[in-house]
């Protein structure tokens, strides 16, 4: 059996590792030069041999096959993590500071506010029985058609209350409130709870950074992944598929399509799509992320994650465990506001976006070191990662998650675990599976 793989992001390295100890003859072509997708470990920015994130961060204790490909690999596991909250250590609100203790003396109501949102959320979970079936929900139309900002307006929420749940929108989504299912936010929600078991999950950073990951998968294929080799079109009948890319024409048994749906929308479908899937490829919501990180001399600022009501949305630091007096700090940009930094050129971002954090935490320090990522600009991903928009749930869940004809689609987008590394990693093995099984 022979089987093609397009994209060595984690879902396809997963794939093509699957069926490669299955038996298959498999072939990954890869149109970039490097694996990993959007797991992408910047270190040449910085000096001192510090590194951040451009693209995929953490991982979650819930993350089971993520987790155990680290400890397979070796890869250590950094740090005591984070547990997400509404409300992060600080909150920088018209040009002051704030401590959790403060932003909850200017809004005394601000959890009760916060607990009516959960409670509209967790309602809707409620009929999530199957978070890898949210579309069986029984008012799965009712509640696919309400947005996060539905849920926003609902619960009440004052001003306060209000940007920190645009925050948590744009961060986790990358997306605006109005842009969300409430649907897929309650299946999210239902994935974790059922994952969990009622457990805090805690997520963590590993050391050298998540490309390492994806390096060691693809060494260990070896030349079964070629770089540098653009997915065109497919065609396909009862005894296999043709694939065309820029380079060659391959015939295969089947075809994994392990990518984003966004550089589909330029491919060739010899053969007409089923309309709910070409609508799914065409219309599937992918979230808006620019990271832009500065590395500073000195770390002048104090511990924790900051929310801003500022254009730089979250400030962090992806280096708090790594050595050295020199420090770096991360503004994490979704939505809109990831749309309209992507509109500058690099260098004016990262000037922006320092000035704003010198003006949040008072920092002197020289700046060592930077850049800048805008994923929506980059062609071969066109954004972040999918969010399932009001509608897109109930219409295209189950349509992209099975196969059409001998074309499989893996990724994030296509898992349980959507927008998570767990989720690529999740999808890749489940259609290696399904091959397998079909034979």
């Not at 506010?113 to 978070?131: L, P, T």
């Not at 005894?239 to 491919?267: E, I, K, N």
């Not at 074309?407 to 259609?431: I, K, N, P, Q």
Request: charged residues 25%.
């Amino acid at each position: 059996m022979r089987v093609v793989v397009v994209g060595a992001g984690f879902a396809g390295l997963r794939a093509a590792a699957d069926l490669r100890a299955a038996g298959a003859d498999v072939v990954l072509v890869e149109g970039g030069t490097r694996p990993g997708g959007r797991v992408r470990t910047v270190h040449s920015a910085f000096q001192s041999g510090q590194y951040s994130e451009s693209g995929a961060e953490w991982v979650d204790s819930i993350h089971e096959r993520l987790l155990a490909e680290l400890d397979r690999l070796g890869i250590r596991i950094l740090g005591s993590g984070e547990q997400w909250t509404d409300i992060r250590r600080w909150m920088h609100r018209e040009g002051r500071l704030l401590t959790p203790q403060q932003v909850r003396e200017a809004d005394p109501d601000l959890d009760r506010q916060f607990d009516e949102f959960d409670r509209i959320v967790e309602d809707a979970a409620a009929g999530v029985v199957d978070a890898a079936s949210p579309h069986l929900h029984p008012a799965a139309v009712s509640i696919d058609a309400r947005s996060v900002a539905d849920v926003i307006a609902e619960a009440g929420l004052g001003a306060l209350a209000r940007i920190f749940k645009y925050r948590d929108s744009q961060g986790e989504f990358a997306s605006e409130p109005s842009q969300v299912s409430l649907l897929f936010l309650a299946q999210q929600r239902a994935h974790q709870r059922d994952a969990s078991g009622g457990r805090h999950i805690i997520a963590r950073r590993v050391e050298g950074g998540f490309s390492r990951v994806a390096e060691c998968l693809a060494a260990e294929l070896g030349d079964v992944v070629q770089y540098g080799e653009h997915f065109v079109g497919v065609s396909q009948d009862a005894d296999g598929v043709t694939v065309h890319t820029d380079q060659r024409t391959l015939a295969a048994d089947h075809l994994v399509l392990a990518c984003s749906f966004v550089p589909l929308r330029r491919a060739t479908f010899h053969d007409p799509l089923p309309p709910v899937l070409r609508d799914a490829i065409h219309q599937l919501g992918y979230g808006t992320v620019t990271k832009t990180c500065v590395q500073w001399s000195e770390r002048q600022w104090p511990e924790g994650y900051a929310t801003t009501d500022g254009r730089a949305q979250r400030v962090y630091e992806p280096s708090v465990d790594q050595p050295g007096p020199a420090g770096i700090l991360t503004a994490y940009c979704g939505g809109d506001g990831g749309r309209e930094w992507a509109t500058l050129p690099e260098a004016e971002r990262v000037t922006q976006i320092a000035q704003e954090m010198r003006s949040m935490h008072g920092i002197t320090a020289d700046v060592l070191g930077s850049y800048s990522r805008a994923w929506n600009t980059e062609p071969r991903y066109g954004g972040s990662y999918a969010v399932y928009e009001p509608g897109q749930v109930h219409r295209f869940w189950a349509a992209v998650r099975e196969p059409w004809g001998r074309v499989h689609f893996a990724g994030e987008h296509v898992a349980t675990c959507t927008g998570y590394m767990e989720g690529a990693l999740e999808s890749g093995e489940t259609v290696a599976s399904r091959i397998v099984a079909a034979g």
